[in-house]
């Protein structure tokens, strides 16, 4: 009885993971900043500056790209972050523009981050929402709340699949209470709008 070969094998295995290790932390810290240009570009819309969001946007479309051709197909699990990231971006870029959502093949996006990045998506329109309701923008206000809940609704069948599409049952939740939020404060803000309508008519 001797362990030389399982040692041997136990070398080499080590040697391996110790590879895909390094590779992985790279990968990890090299995508931090696809995930900040996107956290930039979501700022930027939110400020009415989609021009500098489109700009960044596509640049962090550009590094998924360098990224996907230079990376081991092992490794990949470690892209969704940052894929997401760009779906929720890109998604909430199009939908402020009155353009179509983009599809997962247009993106170049794996299903599982095309998924998510729809799910955080909810929690930008929620926040334009406001922003419009506070501005007085009632009419935008309605048109983005329907196609919000719209999305939410397309997305619901995916809790059935959380053990492949990892937290999107949690997100989904998440997403279901904005939702009602958002609605009862939209609701709320017509009604208030409708009596100072009624009331100015009838001091005329």
Same mark, same amino acid.
Request: proline residues 2%; glycine residues 2%; charged residues 35%.
């Given at each position: ?33 696809i995930i900040t240009l996107c ?12 021009? *500098? ?16 051709k230079e990376i081991d197909q ?15 971006a890109s998604s909430f870029l ?28 909810? /929690?930008?329109?929620?926040? *334009? ?6 501005? /007085? ?68």
């Amino acid at each position: 009885m001797s362990l030389k070969d399982a040692k041997a094998s136990l070398s080499k295995i080590s040697k391996s993971l110790e590879k895909t290790q390094d590779s992985r932390e790279d990968l990890i810290k090299n995508t931090r900043q696809i995930i900040t240009l996107c956290s930039e570009s979501i700022i930027s819309i939110h400020r009415n500056d989609t021009k *500098n969001a489109a700009v960044k946007i596509q640049s962090a479309k550009r590094l998924l790209e360098k990224f996907r051709k230079e990376i081991d197909q092992s490794l990949y699990r470690y892209l969704i972050p940052s894929e997401q990231e760009f779906v929720e971006a890109s998604s909430f870029l199009a939908i402020i523009q009155h353009k179509p959502v983009p599809t997962f093949e247009s993106l170049k996006v794996k299903e599982e981050s095309y998924v998510l990045g729809l799910l955080d998506c909810v /929690g930008e329109l929620r926040r *334009n929402i406001y922003d419009r309701i506070r501005t /007085g923008n009632l009419e935008e206000a309605k048109k983005t709340f329907d196609l919000m809940e719209d999305l939410y609704l397309e997305l619901y069948p995916f809790a059935s699949f959380d053990k492949v599409v990892k937290e999107a049952r949690r997100k989904l939740d998440v997403d279901r209470i904005l939702v009602e939020e958002t609605r009862t404060a939209l609701t709320e803000e017509i009604r208030r709008q409708e009596l100072i309508d009624t009331i100015k008519k009838i001091k005329k």
